[in-house]
């Protein structure tokens, strides 16, 4: 179970990272995202850190489990948000991706409390 964990932690911590650092440089891709979901542009750098945190505690959580667990759960939350932020909208387009990323920080949190 300890393995899963840590293959979970890792992929979902780095795309979380990698996600930061996009809404950091404003890549378009992402801008375009954000702003179709109603995002304000002030959000961009408060967001991405939420996100850098995020993808830090799963990978420091891989020692210190309880920090793992937090920022699973924190992220599961990020997500749900952003999934609501589409339907909000009515961007039935761009609820497939955050849908996914909550689905995996969820699989990530299960395996964070279970090999704990």
């Known amino acids: 179970m300890f393995v899963a964990y840590v293959v979970?932690?890792?992929?979902?911590?780095?795309?979380?990272?990698?996600s930061a650092v996009a809404k950091f440089r404003r890549v378009e891709r992402v801008t375009t995202v954000l702003t179709t979901s109603g995002v304000p542009e002030?959000?961009?750098v408060p967001l991405g850190l939420l996100n850098l945190a995020g993808g830090i505690g799963l990978l420091i959580g891989i020692a210190w489990r309880p920090l793992g667990?937090?920022?699973?759960?924190?992220?599961?939350?990020?997500?749900?948000?952003a999934v609501l932020a589409h339907v909000r909208v009515k961007d039935t387009k761009g609820i497939p991706l955050?849908?996914?990323?909550?689905a995996v920080g969820?699989?990530?949190?299960a395996l964070a409390i279970a090999s704990a």
Request: hydrophobic fraction near 75%; avoid cysteine.
């Open 42 to 44: 002030s959000w961009f």
């Open 106 to 109: 969820m699989l990530t949190l």
């Open 98 to 102: 955050p849908a996914a990323l909550m």
């Open 8 to 18: 979970a932690a890792v992929v979902f911590g780095l795309a979380n990272v990698n």
């Open 69 to 81: 667990i937090a920022a699973a759960a924190g992220l599961v939350l990020y997500f749900a948000g």
